[in-house]
Nanobody
């Protein structure tokens, strides 16, 4: 059984950094496509970033390009979302998700992912 557990959310001032880990278990992940999505208050779930665990290729939403970095630690089976220069509009519940070998056409779509973490709240104060 695949399990994803996010942590590292919290309250941060605008302009500050935050790192959210997503600990993964229950599968060998080197063929998985992993993603981060977020749901701001009152809005729909949206794509943030994705990574192909085996190759390390990364993909970002335009709104976070250059500010957020998605990465993995293979020894710890953990994926990270490093966020910097945070803005109040980054406030959301952040979810990590995964599925085997998503294509570049589908990895930005939440419905393509098979398993999800429980979410972690990130609040950016102005």
């Amino acid at each position: 059984q695949v399990q994803l557990v996010e942590s590292g959310g919290g309250l941060v001032q605008a302009g500050g950094p935050l790192r959210s880990p997503c600990a993964a278990s229950g599968r060998t992940f080197n063929r998985e496509t992993m993603g981060w999505f977020r749901q701001p208050p009152g809005k729909e779930l949206g794509f943030v970033a994705a990574l192909r665990w085996g190759s390390g290729s990364t993909y970002y939403a335009d709104s976070v390009e250059g500010r957020f970095t998605i990465s993995t630690d293979n020894a710890k089976n953990t994926m990270y979302l490093q966020m910097k220069s945070l803005k109040p509009e980054d406030t959301a519940v952040y979810y990590c998700a995964g599925r085997n070998s998503l294509t570049i056409l589908t990895l930005r779509s939440a419905i393509a992912y098979e398993y999800w973490g429980q979410g972690t709240q990130v609040t950016v104060s102005s």
